[in-house]
């Protein structure tokens, strides 16, 4: 499917695995040139973009920490002055563990709200400058989690809630520079870090495949097709929206 993203330069943070890196190849496979965001080994990904045809470029960020974002995104202005599309994959979930709320230490809590929210604001604040040259794109990974609630991730939801807020805030300010932002919430995705957050993984896919209305295993590449569409030119007219992919998953 040509989605008219051909020659466009895309961010992707959380690119190394998962879901991010799925999108990464999806890209490549659509001509864009991937620069890929993580602060784990990308090669993995860069060798599988290579594959697809796709320029890569690799960029080392921790995205909770404000200086290694600065500086991060500096690099990746001055070699690409214009960001058509950023996608805001990153976050801290894989690693994490299914606890009773009470049980959340409060490091935990920051690190996952440092990581998540303000990781995701910082990346839109620093690449501005270029997301505005080109009238860019953003797309903010959510959760289905946030609208449905779940138990034992607590901070995890609360952190995916808060990225529809900003995702809806930042529509209508950014608008005024004809820059897109639209967040995409996935239901239960068959990730490796999905399988870590219990030893009832399995249980709880078997559960959430029943919940939805068609009965399939959500898996990373079902982002992508939903995540190049708001990033290309048949989305220009697409802002401030929250689209869940997820098989029709229950809400409530
Ligand atoms: N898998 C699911 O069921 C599911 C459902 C809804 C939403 N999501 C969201 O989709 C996204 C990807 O999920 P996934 O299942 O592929 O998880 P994942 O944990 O495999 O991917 C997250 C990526 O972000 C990177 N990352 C973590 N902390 C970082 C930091 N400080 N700086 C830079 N990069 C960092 C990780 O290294 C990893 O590559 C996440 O935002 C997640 O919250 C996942």
């Known amino acids: 499917m040509e989605v008219g993203l051909s020659g466009k330069k895309v961010v992707v943070t959380g690119a190394a695995r998962g879901i991010g890196r799925e999108i990464c190849i999806g890209f490549a496979d659509n001509g864009a ?4 965001v993580d602060i784990i080994d990308l090669e993995e990904t860069g060798a599988a973009v290579t594959a697809a045809g ?3 470029y690799a960029c080392t960020i921790d995205i909770g920490n404000p200086e290694s974002v600065a500086e991060g995104c500096a690099w990746i202005l001055s070699g690409h002055p214009r960001i058509d599309a950023l996608v805001n994959n990153a976050a801290l979930y894989g690693g994490l563990r299914m606890q009773p709320m009470e049980q959340i230490d409060l490091d935990e809590w920051d690190r996952v709200m440092s990581i998540n929210v303000r990781g995701t604001f910082l990346m839109i604040r620093d690449l501005l400058p270029g997301l505005k040259v080109a009238a860019g794109k953003v797309v903010n990974i959510s959760s289905g989690s946030a609208l449905r609630g779940s138990p ?3 901070h995890y939801v609360a952190s995916k809630g808060a990225i529809i807020g900003m995702t809806r805030s930042l529509a209508t300010e950014l608008g005024a520079h ?3 932002v639209n967040a995409i ?6 990730t490796d870090a999905s399988k870590g957050l219990s030893e009832m993984y399995e249980k709880y896919m ?5 919940a939805q209305s068609i009965k399939q295993p959500n898996n990373p590449a079902d982002i992508v097709g939903t995540t190049l569409y708001l990033c290309s030119s048949w989305a220009d007219a697409v802002t401030g929206q929250l689209c869940a992919v997820d098989y029709g998953l229950n809400k409530h």
């Not at 040139?33 to 890929?36: D, L």
């Not at 919430?185 to 068959?190: E, H, Y």
């Not at 078997?206 to 029943?210: A, D, H, R, S, V």
Request: glycine share 16%; hydrophobic share 55%; proline share 4%.
């Open 33 to 36: 040139e991937v620069i890929g």
């Open 54 to 56: 796709g320029s890569w």
């Open 206 to 210: 078997e559960m959430t495949i029943m």
């Open 178 to 180: 004809n820059i897109n």
């Open 185 to 190: 919430a996935p239901g239960f995705v068959a």
């Open 152 to 154: 034992g991730l607590m």
